[in-house]
């Protein structure tokens, strides 16, 4: 059975992790397959969401449609022009991250739209500058490239995690607006999206995830690993956000407890941003400013 109300201690040999969550100490059991009361009633609203339920799955549809239409436009555009586009996703494991480029690439050209999503540094690379990897994966004229996850391992994962040192980490603060300074004078467009999420909404995707044949390759040891470690990664998003929010790199933030908005949203924001030919705003839209918004002070 569930629990609630969390005991001192989690069962023995189980994966049960003790949790401070809202002032309360919480049991969490993902291997159970009954998901806890308390997140349930909480995950949706979870860091203040300002909505009480789901968009209509009819009208995200048909907008996601219409969205999709014009992004085939945007790379009719990019392959006329040789224009190049990036788009950064980071976030919180389960935030929506890949579900929002898969929303993005659904119908697009997969010779012109590509996905980077890499796996851990070989020896190899991790002797290289440390961007040496990322760059390698850049777009070539014509080519749209969405990272799953990107260079910003190292401001939160590697440093919450102990994969980096203080020094490294450090020095990726103060490289990175510089960086991205070169990507844009190379004529890039750089769009960075940060996916937010509340703590029992990240739990009740890991349930989920833990209980889905078709989706339990998506939690890893890692997400176990960082249950406990919400503070510290919340710490780094605060820093990362603070210190790479530039001119040439702007953070675009999106509450993300709805899927559906968000991945809406997030189209909405690059279709809105790129000047492209046949551009139809009608279709497009207004983006919701209680889902999405600048830089570090739209969480506050």
């Keep these: 059975m569930a629990l609630d109300e969390a005991p001192a201690t989690a069962r023995p040999g189980s994966r049960a992790v003790e949790l401070e969550v809202d002032g309360k100490s919480r049991i969490f059991d993902i291997d159970d397959p009954d998901l806890p009361k308390w997140i349930d009633e909480e995950a949706f609203r979870s860091d203040d ?32 022009t040789g224009k190049r586009v990036m788009a950064v996703f980071e976030g919180r494991d389960a935030a929506g991250k890949g579900g929002a480029i898969h929303a993005t690439t659904a119908n697009m050209n997969p010779r012109s739209a590509r996905v980077v999503a890499l796996t851990k540094p070989t020896e190899t690379e991790r002797g290289q500058w440390y961007f040496q990897r990322y760059v390698a994966t850049f777009p070539t004229a014509g080519e749209f490239v969405l990272f799953d996850r990107s260079w910003y391992n190292r401001a939160g994962v590697e440093q919450v995690m102990g994969f980096c040192t203080p020094d490294q980490y450090e020095q990726f603060l103060r490289e990175t607006p510089r960086f991205e300074e070169m990507i844009a004078n190379e004529g890039i467009h750089l769009f960075k999206f940060w996916i937010n999420i509340g703590r029992e909404m990240q739990l009740k995707r890991f349930h989920d995830r833990r209980h889905d044949p078709l989706k339990i390759w998506k939690l890893s040891p890692m997400d176990i690993a960082a249950l406990n470690k919400w503070d510290d990664y919340t710490a780094k998003r605060d820093r990362l956000l603070k210190e790479t929010h530039t001119e040439h790199g702007a953070w675009t933030v999106i509450r993300g ?13 690059m279709l809105t941003k790129l000047d492209y030919d046949g551009k139809d705003e009608a279709a497009i839209g207004e983006v919701d400013a209680k889902i999405l918004g600048s830089g570090p002070g739209f969480l506050r």
Excluded: C, G
């Design 49 to 80: 969401y300002p909505y009480k339920k789901k968009l209509d799955r009819e009208e995200y549809k048909e907008t996601l449609t219409k969205l999709q239409i014009e992004l085939v436009k945007v790379q009719f555009w990019m392959q006329a």
């Design 257 to 269: 407890n709805d899927k559906r908005r968000s991945r809406i949203n997030v189209i909405r924001h």
